[in-house]
Structure formats: structure tokens, C-alpha cells
């Protein structure tokens, strides 16, 4: 888009954020159970989603009150330091085209900065028809994305965006369909569209040469045949993965590659038109074969298990095809701890069955050679079997084998300053390293290091002193402990009281694939200083302003989140992505 379209391009993202921001309160509780149950609903936002739709991001019920009066006093401090973020990077904007001699609009642009910014208040967005009672839905008109928000005033609304372009000194282009306005801004090959629908607001990106029937269906005048109002999708959704209705969602894979392989109507046709792509050009051989790969990982799904005054739970899955999910489940292994709360600044962790991730890997090249890809799409990936083989030829040391996983824990870290490039100048965590046949580790070890055969570490928990030059001269009081089946190590004053309970640690059930824990305050206060750090000068180095407002959300952030833990399971529905946020109290 050119430049004059940059205005546009800042008001759209703006009103893009704070549509997806709006926390919900449904005015009709009962309307939204129907529509969850695939009964019609008649003015449910759901009635508007295609049943086909690929993808859908649904916001359809509130959190209960005291937990959006939680939201609400957070929200404020977000949205302010976001305030700052939009007025900072429009001054930057505004500089550029200065610099350019576009000095008219350079002063559009500042004019407008304020009443963009007075939007992102919780006094602004009621000010604007966002309440408590918006509600949201996200999804594809085909492939073309439409955000609908529901506004409690759809004039309060309209009413605030003749502002911003009264400020500017000029107004968004506009045009009609069916005799109902809209804005737009775009070039000959798409335009974004904007438009207040009653107490509606849609937002979509449609090609330029689509004509009013794309228009008519992404703004809601032609209502899809059938909706996912009337089915059970989101019913199912929440009763398999046990979903709040606050938001959940999914991207269906295989809807997508249908787009690529058959001929199309409507925006797609006219999308893939404008991308110099036809589907008849597809050889029916590829078409099975994209079909094959696509149904490997077929569904995307994500969604809120809790939300609550003290935490938000939520998970996101890859679907994965029955076989291939079964066979992922063997590739984790117990680790003490691991998947389990921790303390501390930092956790992370892994697990990993070395036998069960070859046999996996082999199962695949097995597969690949018994029925290879006959599509040039694949010729890469097929002609990688041979390398593959290779690779599963070359001699593994048998210890690799005893390798399980680690999980490691920094509890603090003292003396880093970022602003004079001074490391650390202590660090207290342990480590555990699981495996069978520690001893063998030990033993091995020790042909190399007499100082590590004079410990004697034995299999039997008990903590012992590592004493040697180098670490005492790096990181200080270190001390380690063995049993047969895990070793585990401390650094730092204290550290070795860690020891026992490390070894002794749950495994979790199952064991994830890969785990994380933060002091996600802690985290966010660092990144903080990290915006405040001086930065290389270039073309491209952000604004003194803009850095303080990056700074200003990142120190809105530590006053939010308490901790963030996320982890990565494979189960028999695919990889798991379970994440856990705790609020600060």
C-alpha cells in the first residue's frame, strides 16, 4: 500500500487489537448455550461463521465477574502503556515522512495519534461501544479472514471513528453495497474493509477485484448456507478438550489444501486468481499425495480450560493422524520432576526415549520406502530416505541409549547488570541428569578425571563435595548426588539442599516431551531493562520513545503474571502444548 493509505493502515490495526482485546459478556446467556448445542440462533455471531469454515477463533461467553473486574484493573495498565506504544510509533511515522517532504501527512498522522490513543482506555473503549458485553468471532469466509465484534452501541462506535478522521483532516475512502457503507483502504489487489453493521463490527480483508457478492458475505448481508451455529463443532470441541467457551478455536488443515486442489467459487476463486494459481494445474497424483501429507496433521485446536481469579489454563493441539500419534507417545521417558511445579527463576527440562525415537524415525523411512511419493512436491523429502538410512547406520554408544532427560533449575542469578555488559557474579541451580546406569557414566568419566574417581560417588543419594580448582574458581559450592537411575548436581550456597528432593521427584504421567516454568514477573521486569539498554543506531533502531513505551508494556506484564509454565506432551490425539499463567494476587 502506498503511503497515503498509512493512516488507514494505523486506525485498522489499532481497531484489529482492541476488537481481539474486549473481554465478554454475553446478553443473552441462553442464545449462546442453543448455539453451542447446533441449535440456530438467530443474532448469535455464530450464525454468520460458515459450517466449512477453515479456521474459527470464537469468544462466545464471559469469564464470571470478579475475575473480569481482575482482567478489567490489569487491562487498564495494558491498554495504557499500549497508549503510549500507538503514540510513540505514529510520531515515527510521522518523522519518516517529514524526512521524505510529506510534511501534510506528517501532521495527519500526529493529529490523529490522540484519539487513536484515548480509544485504549477502559474508559475509551466503553466510550467506543466496547464493553463487557462484546463479543467476538475470528474466522474464514473461505480463506478470507472476517473479525466480527459484537459493539453495545454500533453508533457509539461509528462515532469514534468520524473523530480520528475529523483529527486526521480527512476521511477513509468509502464505498456501498446494498445500500450499507463501508470503509476500506488497499491497492488494485486487496483491500481491507471496515464497517459498522448495525451494532456490528466487521473487519476483513478481501481481493479488490471481488465484487459486491465477497462483500456481501464477509460483511454478513448473505448469511452462509449453513453455519456452525447449526452443528455440533463447537460443542464437540469443548467436550473433548474440555474448553471453556471464554475462547477456543481451531485451523482445520485438510479444509485449507481442499482450497489448493479443487476449483473454486467465490473469494477463493477469485484469491487464487489474483495469486497466479489454478488447482486444475495440480496432477491427480499430487492432489492424493497433498492430501496424504495434510491428513497427517489434520486440525489445529486451542482453547481456556480455566479462567480464573488466580490463573489461566489453556491447551493447544496438533491433531495428529491415529497411527503416527500412537507411535509419538514412546518417545518420552520418566524424568524425576519433570512437568511438575517448580520454583525458582527458571526450569526446563526433557525427556527422550533414544531407542523409541530411532524406532520412530526408522517406522517413517519404512513407510516412505514402501510407498514413496511420486509427487515432484516431494521429490526432496523422498530422496532424504537414502540419507536417512545413513544416518541409522552410523554406530551409537550404547550410553546414549541410558540417556532419559534432564530437567534443570536456576533459583537465582545475582549481579548481572545489562546496562555495563557485567556478567553474572553468582548463579544458584541444580541440575538432574536421568539415565539408567548412572554408575557407567561415573565409571567412564572417571578414566578420565582422577579427581572425579576420588569422590567416589556412589548410587546411594548421598551428597558429596565436588571439589576440584576450576569449578570452585567458576561457580563456587558445587555438590552432586547419584542413584541408579538419576545424577544430580548443584551450584551455590544452599544449593545442595535441593539434592534429595531432586532425586526423589514424581515423574509426571505422562512424562512431557519438553517442559518450562518462569518467574514470568521476573522475566518481563528483565526484558524491561533490556528495552532500556542503548541500542546499535541504524536505520531501523527504534525511537527513544518507542523504547519507553516497549518498556512500559514489558513492566505492565510483571505486574500481571506471577509465573508461566508450558509443556509438551504427545498423547494419542497428537503434541499437547498445555500452558499455565498465574495472576499476581
Given at each position: 500500500?502506498?503511503?497515503?493509505?498509512?493512516?488507514?493502515?494505523?486506525?485498522?490495526?489499532?481497531?484489529?487489537?482492541?476488537?481481539?482485546?474486549?473481554?465478554?459478556?454475553?446478553?443473552?446467556?441462553?442464545?449462546?448455550?442453543?448455539?453451542?448445542?447446533?441449535?440456530?440462533?438467530?443474532?448469535?455471531?455464530?450464525?454468520?461463521?460458515?459450517?466449512?469454515?477453515?479456521?474459527?477463533?470464537?469468544?462466545?461467553?464471559?469469564?464470571?465477574?470478579?475475575?473480569?473486574?481482575?482482567?478489567?484493573?490489569?487491562?487498564?495498565?495494558?491498554?495504557?502503556?499500549?497508549?503510549?506504544?500507538?503514540?510513540?510509533?505514529?510520531?515515527?511515522?510521522?518523522?519518516?515522512?517529514?524526512?521524505?517532504?510529506?510534511?501534510?501527512?506528517?501532521?495527519?498522522?500526529?493529529?490523529?495519534?490522540?484519539?487513536?490513543?484515548?480509544?485504549?482506555?477502559?474508559?475509551?473503549?466503553?466510550?467506543?461501544?466496547?464493553?463487557?458485553?462484546?463479543?467476538?468471532?475470528?474466522?474464514?469466509?473461505?480463506?478470507?479472514?472476517?473479525?466480527?465484534?459484537?459493539?453495545?452501541?454500533?453508533?457509539?462506535?461509528?462515532?469514534?471513528?468520524?473523530?480520528?478522521?475529523?483529527?486526521?483532516?480527512?476521511?477513509?475512502?468509502?464505498?456501498?453495497?446494498?445500500?450499507?457503507?463501508?470503509?476500506?483502504?488497499?491497492?488494485?489487489?486487496?483491500?481491507?474493509?471496515?464497517?459498522?453493521?448495525?451494532?456490528?463490527?466487521?473487519?476483513?480483508?478481501?481481493?479488490?477485484?471481488?465484487?459486491?457478492?465477497?462483500?456481501?458475505?464477509?460483511?454478513?448481508?448473505?448469511?452462509?448456507?449453513?453455519?456452525?451455529?447449526?452443528?455440533?463443532?463447537?460443542?464437540?470441541?469443548?467436550?473433548?478438550?474440555?474448553?471453556?467457551?471464554?475462547?477456543?478455536?481451531?485451523?482445520?488443515?485438510?479444509?485449507?489444501?481442499?482450497?489448493?486442489?479443487?476449483?473454486?467459487?467465490?473469494?477463493?476463486?477469485?484469491?487464487?486468481?489474483?495469486?497466479g494459481y489454478d488447482p486444475a494445474t495440480k496432477s491427480d497424483?499430487?492432489?492424493?499425495?497433498?492430501?496424504?501429507?495434510?491428513?497427517?496433521?489434520?486440525?489445529?485446536?486451542?482453547?481456556?480450560r480455566e479462567f480464573s481469579e488466580e490463573r489461566f489454563v489453556s491447551n493447544t493441539v496438533l491433531e495428529l493422524r491415529d497411527d503416527i500419534a500412537a507411535d509419538l507417545t514412546t518417545l518420552t521417558a520418566p524424568v524425576p520432576g519433570l512437568g511438575q511445579p517448580q520454583s525458582g527463576l527458571l526450569a526446563f527440562g526433557m525427556s527422550l526415549n533414544v531407542l523409541g525415537a530411532r524406532e520412530f524415525y526408522a517406522a517413517r523411512l519404512d513407510a516412505m520406502e514402501k510407498d514413496p511419493f511420486e509427487c515432484e512436491h516431494f521429490a526432496e523429502l523422498q530422496a532424504g530416505v537414502s540419507k536417512g538410512r545413513a544416518v541409522l547406520d552410523q554406530p551409537v554408544p550404547p550410553v546414549v541409549y541410558d540417556f532419559k532427560g534432564f530437567l534443570a533449575v536456576i533459583e537465582e542469578i545475582e549481579g548481572l547488570d545489562l546496562a555495563s555488559e557485567r556478567p553474572p557474579t553468582s548463579m544458584d541451580l541444580w541440575l538432574l541428569l536421568a539415565m539408567d546406569n548412572v554408575q557407567n557414566l561415573i565409571a567412564m568419566g572417571s578414566m578420565f578425571s582422577p579427581e572425579l574417581a576420588a569422590l567416589d560417588l556412589q548410587p546411594n543419594g548421598e551428597i558429596v563435595a565436588l571439589q576440584h580448582p576450576m569449578l570452585e574458581a567458576t561457580v563456587g559450592t558445587a555438590f552432586a548426588a547419584m542413584t541408579n537411575a538419576a545424577l544430580a548436581i548443584s551450584m551455590g550456597e544452599g544449593m545442595e539442599a535441593n539434592l534429595p528432593g531432586a532425586l526423589e521427584g514424581s515423574p509426571s504421567d505422562p512424562s512431557p516431551f519438553f517442559s518450562t516454568e518462569m518467574d514470568a514477573s521476573r522475566y518481563y521486569s528483565f526484558m524491561a531493562e533490556v528495552m532500556a539498554m542503548e541500542a546499535p543506531e541504524g536505520e531501523d533502531a527504534p525511537s527513544p520513545e518507542t523504547k519507553a513505551a516497549l518498556q512500559d508494556v514489558m513492566n505492565g506484564l510483571a505486574q500481571v503474571l506471577e509465573r508461566i509454565r508450558v509443556d509438551v506432551h504427545f498423547t494419542e490425539r497428537g503434541i499437547e502444548m498445555p500452558s499455565v499463567a498465574t495472576l499476581k494476587e
Open positions: 500500500m502506498h503511503k497515503l493509505n498509512r493512516l488507514a493502515a494505523i486506525v485498522l490495526g489499532c481497531l484489529l487489537t482492541l476488537g481481539l482485546s474486549s473481554c465478554s459478556k454475553s446478553e443473552d446467556e441462553g442464545e449462546i448455550s442453543r448455539a453451542m448445542s447446533g441449535l440456530p440462533a438467530a443474532g448469535s455471531l455464530l450464525a454468520y461463521v460458515p459450517a466449512d469454515t477453515p479456521y474459527l477463533l470464537a469468544n462466545l461467553e464471559p469469564p464470571p465477574d470478579d475475575v473480569q473486574d481482575i482482567l478489567e484493573k490489569h487491562a487498564d495498565t495494558m491498554l495504557r502503556a499500549y497508549q503510549k506504544l500507538v503514540r510513540a510509533v505514529v510520531a515515527e511515522n510521522a518523522a519518516e515522512l517529514s524526512s521524505d517532504g510529506d510534511d501534510e501527512r506528517a501532521e495527519q498522522l500526529l493529529a490523529v495519534a490522540n484519539p487513536i490513543a484515548d480509544l485504549m482506555t477502559l474508559d475509551g473503549l466503553r466510550g467506543a461501544g466496547i464493553g463487557r458485553e462484546s463479543t467476538m468471532v475470528f474466522y474464514g469466509a473461505g480463506l478470507l479472514p472476517v473479525l466480527r465484534v459484537a459493539l453495545t452501541d454500533g453508533e457509539l462506535f461509528e462515532q469514534a471513528l468520524e473523530r480520528i478522521e475529523a483529527d486526521a483532516g480527512e476521511a477513509m475512502e468509502t464505498d456501498s453495497v446494498d445500500g450499507h457503507s463501508y470503509r476500506f483502504a488497499g491497492d488494485e489487489k486487496g483491500r481491507v474493509v471496515l464497517a459498522v453493521m448495525g451494532d456490528d463490527l466487521v473487519i476483513s480483508l478481501v481481493p479488490t477485484a471481488g465484487g459486491d457478492d465477497i462483500l456481501r458475505s464477509v460483511l454478513g448481508l448473505t448469511l452462509p448456507a449453513s453455519s456452525i451455529a447449526a452443528t455440533d463443532t463447537l460443542a464437540e470441541l469443548q467436550r473433548e478438550y474440555d474448553f471453556t467457551p471464554y475462547y477456543m478455536g481451531y485451523v482445520d488443515v485438510t479444509r485449507i489444501a481442499e482450497v489448493f486442489l479443487e476449483e473454486q467459487h467465490g473469494g477463493n476463486a477469485v484469491l487464487l486468481r489474483e495469486m497424483v499430487c492432489k492424493a499425495e497433498i492430501r496424504q501429507v495434510a491428513a497427517i496433521m489434520p486440525r489445529l485446536v486451542t482453547g481456556y
